[in-house]
């Protein structure tokens, strides 16, 4: 079965800082990757994803992640954060076809002024 | 309009009795999902309907219900709520199993 480990809950970098918020997962066969935010009182939104070919995918608002098969990794990074990107950020994964996307537990990102 | 529209967005409930949830799209996705999040955890995939074809997760098929009864509507059904139902409980849509779209999420809390 897959699962997902976000190893940081709570992140807090500055303004104008660069950032990785890390993603570790498990699967047995090709994975299907995904980023989703959430902002407070909304729903969970998709940043990005990865399903095949270059392993660095770019998302909204400057977001790209790295897909690395060696180390089961798919790391979310952002050159220079700001504010309005204070958020809990899921890192997620599924196998072919989509069904069934399993989540971590989630990073809470604080960007301070 | 893509979105996904959850009702309500607070629920209140007493340990024993039913509880319902709503959720609605108007993107004419295939597929519905419910899951349920609570505070510090991953969101749990609870059940999701493909088309008219209900799946529900092993660890969780004797507690939740659902019910389909159009492509827009998907209901969560709790038959005796307990404590350990108090959690928010999110909805999403997809078509053909890629990229979700979520709702706000129902808060329940069971008293």
């Known amino acids: 079965a897959q699962s997902v480990t976000q190893p940081d809950a709570r992140v807090t970098v500055s303004e104008g800082a660069s950032l990785q918020l890390r993603c570790k997962y498990s699967y047995s066969a090709t994975p299907y990757l995904f980023w989703y935010v959430q902002y407070p009182r909304q729903g969970l939104q998709m940043l990005l994803k990865y399903y095949s070919g270059d392993p660095v995918v770019q998302g909204v608002n400057g977001f790209e992640a790295e897909f690395s098969k060696s180390d089961s990794s798919f790391h979310l990074r952002k050159a220079s954060v700001h504010w309005s990107d204070s958020a809990v950020y899921f890192c997620a994964v599924s196998g072919t076809g989509g069904y069934k996307v399993v989540f971590g537990s989630g990073t809470r990102l604080l960007v301070s002024p | 309009d893509t979105t996904v529209k959850q009702n309500p967005r607070y629920k209140l409930a007493r340990v024993g009795k039913p509880v319902n949830l709503i959720c609605s799209q108007t993107?004419?996705?295939?597929?519905m999902y419910w899951y349920q999040k609570k505070p510090n955890q991953a969101p749990k995939l609870l059940l999701f309907y493909y088309d008219k074809i209900l799946n529900r997760e092993a660890d969780t098929f004797e507690k939740f219900q659902s019910s389909r009864p159009n492509n827009s509507f998907c209901s969560l059904y709790i038959g005796s709520a307990g404590l350990e139902y108090s959690a928010m409980y999110l909805c999403a849509s997809s078509r053909g199993g890629s990229d979700y779209t979520f709702g706000s999420g129902t808060r329940l809390l069971v008293i």
């Open positions: 993107m004419n996705h295939d597929t």
